[in-house]
């Protein structure tokens, strides 16, 4: 019988065989095991790999590279597994690898069923599980594989999982009277967070309530120290609140009745304090992140930062409307969620930013503290792409934080951030994001604010206060395309409902082509409805039959074409040739002579853009794409290549 396999990543990464340590490998092996492992069980696809190994630049085999790592560390779970056959640890699912684990194989694993066992016990009980918990940590998540100062979003999330749990067992320590039996791994917690103030509030309860008073005095002014040095802030209200409840009492006291449980500090944050009265009304950031109006930097504004209520949603659409199962999918999440994060993905033209928009209108009202909207311009050329230092610098700014403030260095500007919104409950509305990178930095560690993000590809790995959830859109119902038409016309649509229809049959219910054509047809008083038709119709799925918007509906495509590597964009431009509405992997790969393996990554790489969809084993492209792909072929392909791959097709056939 074979040994079975247990994992580390709770600090160095490690396996085991039985007793037997595993050889796990170069460090490109151990960061990819560091990333399947902090899944638990989740896919994480080629590309992420990618991504993982190289920073910046990867070379052209990196894919080739990824595979062989993977295979190398298949073996090693599996001696004697032979070369290219699958395995039953470490599994294959078309572009995406996941690790199959239990709960007992993985520490991490292990340390979040005991964190959920502790929050729903009480007393002792509960901080024994704490303390239990916290005694799997053995450094950082991952921790000697990063190089170039970058860690993965991945494993900082695991990391605030940690502070998450020192924070809760502080809390239920110091209601029972037991904490003396946790403060070793606080202590050990808050080392490797030196900027939370909300577990370092909580250390110096946790220390006053040990009978240490004088040396929790002497933390906070080294913790005051380190926030004014490091970030030009003074401690906020956590560590304000504990500062003076060690001031007000003397000596050791824990229980149900010690004043350091009772502390305001520990409460969950709810609608910011009122710390300025007077209000600012901001606006939407410059790219800069300086104030408007050419203000003296030293007059704007004062250095103690006002909570003052930023709004800067866009206008909600007057046109909106439908998507009603999208809206309640939604809310569905955020009743178990509320304090989280949405990444709202689709198709290029599918109306995600109006969408969000009216969505973020929708919830503003849960969320008192304010709104915070940034467009991060993913797609746009790379000099015009805002960085998170950028969007950061904007944000703190419109929070009350003085320019001469803001530190320079990024992860100083995102503690600030972070520790700023930790007293609030605030909506975030990040518009046209490129990939988590930009974001990360982004999103609140803790406390209520919800995060409303919009991309035109596929983004995993992105970790909120309370998790991240995908939303995806899909193209409206034929119905709710008919009433979006039809409210953008307002008379002009009653006249002829069967040119309606033949209008959204021709648009493929794009939302966007759909706004298109209203605005062509409202500003031509002349053009009737059937002429619009007709000209759709005659254009024989062309792109030409948009008339004078036919270069806003290519433009809008294009910024998803422009992000593909040259060889998915020769494969996007090749599958219209295809003479079916879907194709296989098989047919992808005779069309662009490819081997039935780069194929399936190319292909991979065309449904993380979102520019074409899965349906069971075969891909499928939305009628306006395709009309787009072949204007693309015929502009860069010349007539023998694309007669080559047409010849290949019917080969295979």
Known sequence: MTSPLSFAVLGPIRAWRGQSEIDLGTRQQRLILALLLVRAGGAVSVAELVDLLWESDPPPSAVNVVHRHVGVLRRRFEPGLPTRTAGSVLIRDGAEYRLRIDGESSDLLRFRRLVAEAAGSSAEPAVELYREALALWRDRCASGLQAGGRTHPDFVAVDGERSAAAR?????ALRAGYVHTVLPAIRSSAEYEPLDEALQARLLLALAADGRRDEALAAYADIEHRLADGLGIQPGVDLRAARDTLLRHHGPAAGPGSPYAATPALAPPAAAPA??????NRPAFTRSGAPPGGVEAEAWPPAEPDLSRPAQLPADHPYFTGRRAALAAVEEL???????TLVIDGMPGVGKTTFAVHLAHRLATRYPDGQLHADLRGFDSDDSVMTPAEAL???????????????????????????ILAERR???LLDNCRDRDQIRHLLPSTGGSLVITTSRRRISGVRGPAGAHPVHLDLPSSDEARELLIRRLADAAAADPAAIDEI????????LALALVATRSVGRPG???????AELAEADGRLTGFGDTHADLTAA????????????ARLFRLLPLHPGGEVSVESAAALGGLSPRSARTLLAELGAQLLIEPGGDRWRMHDLLRAYAVELGEEHDDVAEREAAVERVHDHR
């Open 557 to 568: 495509f294009s910024w998803s074409y422009q992000a593909l590597s040259p060889e998915a």
């Open 527 to 533: 053009l009737s409805l059937p002429s619009v038709a």
């Open 168 to 172: 809760a067992a502080t809390d239920a």
């Open 334 to 340: 955020l009743a178990a969620d509320p304090a989280s």
């Open 393 to 419: 610098r904007g944000f703190l700014w419109s929070l009350g934080v003085a320019p001469s403030a803001i530190p320079d260095e990024l992860h100083a500007q995102a503690g600030l951030y972070r520790s």
């Open 275 to 280: 710390r300025a009265q007077a209000t600012i």
């Open 504 to 511: 959204v049959m021709r648009c493929g219910r794009l939302p």
């Open 426 to 428: 605030m909506l975030i």
